[in-house]
């Protein structure tokens, strides 16, 4: 589409059962918001949704994890996700969730359309059934034995182990996580989308009309699935969490939504409310023909962008997507990018560890703005590594960009008074005149790749700009110019002219910096406007290329630091503590492994657990030695690692009448983050000792099993912080 009226963008909605890795920060959210703050800043009619995915067997499967109801899941992982994208400068319109009373409304009145228009299909099927908790298993609700690696404990839809797909059909001895019975099959009756009745649209839509637009990786996936036969797809489900089919529907009672049907939905709900906020219509955005869709995803969900829900729009009768630019995904220092074992590097965690720290700050978010786009998996898979994360913070962010600023605004104080200084046409040389070339080169180009949708490229141009400008100070070396002084020590006015020439076009070049980065390092873009004095009005994408943004004789501020370097130390940290980390959940998902093995086929622990050997007790003690001893509840209140200390974590307890730091030795068994507002007991009177330069005031108790892992020793119920225990 060459000239849309507005453009309606979005970024595939999360799923709200956990924190969400970089990987995904750099497949489906960053890409768009440097698209979205390039259109905003052509003054274009925009609007950028998202929102949490919160329905679905992976809901009720982390609430069974964490012993809570699926509502608490997404309220806690809802707000968690919405606040980490905009502390990484993600700019939505709207930050919405699919368990909003308008989302659910909306999906079943796209249903009810698609259902009284016959588009949909209602047929009886066999599915896995457990007898003793009367469900309906989804895949995720079933375990058994990889037909591929021999994994006892894979999932009915993916094996974690060796990363298979598989059906529940699939698996030898399958057994359900509700009961640990093996299930049955029984029949029961589902709607069905019929996309093999589509397929010959989607070959003339996809495979013809944007063969030459669309990524060749998202053609070729989309082929695969077209040429090997689309079959109907279920578009519900019997689950108890999730969006239920209209009351007046014969054979929909306990039946709800598929995430997959009610989740993309979830775009138009959030227009929706974005609207209603906004006093707009919102109907313009999905149903005219002159708007521009864009669905920014990873390739994991390709095929639901390009095939499902085109198809369900179309029946809908609404727009269809113009471009699907998908990115393949990032690893991490040489493996594949896995929350569940650990091996990633969080958001909430890089916040913590980085932006919310004392040197910290914006300048943090852009540095991880800059690698991400750095190297973006726009056509293949990429790899993030802390030692890569550090040279190119330093080699381009800090050596290129931030050198060419820095210098360029501290020799126009140095040499002009602090002022931006005049522009002699009569002695511009060529390498004046290529300086300006440059410019407005930079700028088409900048342009062209954005819009093609090659951010890694674009962002390069604008460094390279900054490049060149360092060269041109280089070659031109006004300092040494500055010495070229009359008798009494004034300069003279050939040099001082040769140097006003040279900072006039620094610091023009410098403003066109502001207005080019300004889509990828938001915050470097306005601390420029900051130093320059000028409104963040002048980052509007019409003054790019412009050679006359700085008004003569107008006097900037000094200098500030725009990026800083990352330390080794800081390297080593994050490396040890991926290992840490992955270690620890290695062992838990051993321990879980363990615990299912231990069951009965009532899903209850078995006598047969593995019995510890008698340790020797320590010497016998008296009565009066054990009524020394004070023991108290607490409450973590803040957890934090300990410098150069693996296994320590310094605590702040709540004892209810002070508050203590306490250091303890289970940063291999907990993080900081998982552990506030957890009650312990501590030994509340034992002499304060000095760990690692911190002074610890007491001890907690744990409990340590015979796998090795620790326990907190805490009351059955939440109690006041304070009481005695005896």
């Known amino acids: 589409m060459t000239d849309p009226k507005r453009y309606l963008i979005t970024s595939a909605l999360p799923y709200a059962n956990g924190p969400k890795h970089i990987g995904h920060l750099a497949g489906a959210y960053l890409p768009a918001d440097i698209y979205v703050r390039y259109l905003r800043a052509q003054k274009k009619d925009v609007v950028y949704v998202c ?68 588009c949909l299909e209602q047929k009886e099927t066999e599915q896995y059934y457990d007898e003793e908790t009367s469900t309906f298993l989804a895949d995720r609700y079933i375990i058994g034995t990889c037909p591929v690696c021999g994994n006892e404990n894979a999932y009915g839809d993916q094996c974690e182990k060796c990363g298979t797909s598989l059906s529940p059909e699939q698996l030898i001895h399958p057994r359900s996580t509700l009961s640990g019975n093996a299930p049955i099959k029984k029949i029961t009756t589902h709607w069905y989308l019929p996309l093999n009745k589509h397929e010959d649209f989607l070959r003339q839509w996809i495979l013809e009309e944007h063969k030459e637009d669309w990524k060749a990786n998202v053609v070729g996936q989309c082929k695969g699935w077209i040429e090997a036969g689309l079959q109907p797809r279920a578009v519900t489900r019997d689950l108890d969490w999730g969006i239920a089919l209209p009351e007046n529907l014969p054979g929909g009672a306990g039946k709800v939504l598929y995430v997959w049907f009610d989740a993309p939905i979830g775009y138009i709900s959030a227009t929706k409310q974005w609207a209603l906020d906004n006093n707009k219509d919102w109907k313009p955005y999905w149903q005219d023909k002159d708007t521009k869709l864009v669905h920014f995803i990873g390739k994991d969900n390709i095929v639901f962008h390009c095939i499902i829900f ?18 393949e995904f990032m690893n991490l220092e040489g493996d594949k990018m896995s929350t569940s074992r650990g091996w990633s590097i969080e958001m909430d965690d890089y916040i913590n560890d980085f932006v919310k720290k004392e040197n910290g700050g914006d300048q943090m978010v852009d540095a991880l703005r800059y690698y991400l786009t750095a190297i973006a998996p726009e056509t293949k898979d990429s790899e993030f590594t802390w030692k890569g994360f550090q040279d190119a913070v330093k ?25 931006v200084p005049p522009l002699h046409a009569d002695i511009l040389d060529d390498a004046d005149k290529n300086l300006f070339a440059e410019i407005a080169k930079t700028k088409i180009a900048v342009e062209n790749l954005i819009e093609g949708y090659k951010f890694r490229d674009a962002m390069y141009e604008v460094i390279d700009l900054a490049r060149k400008g360092n060269k041109y100070m280089q070659d031109k070396q006004p300092w040494i110019v500055a010495k070229k002084t009359t008798d ?122 593995p019995v510890a050997k008698s340790p020797e007790l320590k010497a016998a003690i008296q009565f009066d030695d054990f009524a020394k001893i004070e023991l108290k509840v607490g409450t973590i209140t803040a957890a934090e690692k300990v410098e150069k200390a693996d296994k320590l974590l310094k605590l702040e307890v709540d004892m209810g009448f002070e508050k203590r730091i306490i250091v303890s030795g289970i940063a291999l068994h907990f993080s900081p983050e998982e552990i506030i507002n957890k009650q312990v007991v501590v030994v509340a009177n034992l002499a304060p000792r000095k760990m690692k330069g911190i002074e610890s005031n007491g001890m907690i108790l744990m409990a340590e099993d015979n796998a090795g892992k620790l326990h907190f020793v805490k009351p059955e119920a939440v109690i006041n912080a304070g009481a005695g225990v005896s």
């Open 395 to 419: 080699g381009e962010l800090v050596d290129v960009f931030g050198n060419f600023v820095n210098r360029a605004f501290v020799l126009m104080h140095k040499l002009c008074k602090g002022k």
């Open 488 to 609: 009494d020590g004034q300069l003279t006015t050939e040099a001082q002219k040769n140097i006003d020439n040279c900072l006039h076009l620094c610091l023009q070049l410098t403003a066109n910096l502001a207005v080019l980065i300004n889509p990828f390092l938001p915050f470097a873009a306005k601390k420029l406007c900051y130093m320059m004095k000028v409104v963040d009005k002048m980052l509007d994408w019409e003054n790019a290329g412009k050679t006359k943004l700085l008004s003569v004789g107008y006097s900037l501020r000094p200098p500030e630091l725009l990026f800083r370097k990352i330390d080794d130390a800081e390297v080593t940290e994050q490396v040890e503590k991926l290992k840490i980390k992955s270690e620890r959940l290695k062992m838990e998902n051993k321990l879980e492994v363990d615990k299912g093995q231990q069951t009965t086929g009532h899903g209850q622990p078995t006598t047969e657990l």
């Open 51 to 118: 929102g949490s995915d919160e329905h679905g067997a992976a809901i009720t499967i982390q609430a069974m994890k964490e012993n809570t109801t699926p509502r608490a899941i997404v309220d806690k992982y809802h707000a968690m996700l919405k606040t980490n994208m905009a502390d990484l400068g993600i700019s939505f319109d709207i930050y919405h969730r699919t368990s909003a009373p308008i989302h659910h409304e909306t999906a079943r009145e796209f249903f009810t359309v698609l259902n009284n228009n016959g």
């Open 310 to 327: 085109p198809v369900m729009l179309k029946l809908h009768g609404d727009i269809l997507p113009d471009n699907v630019p998908s990115n």
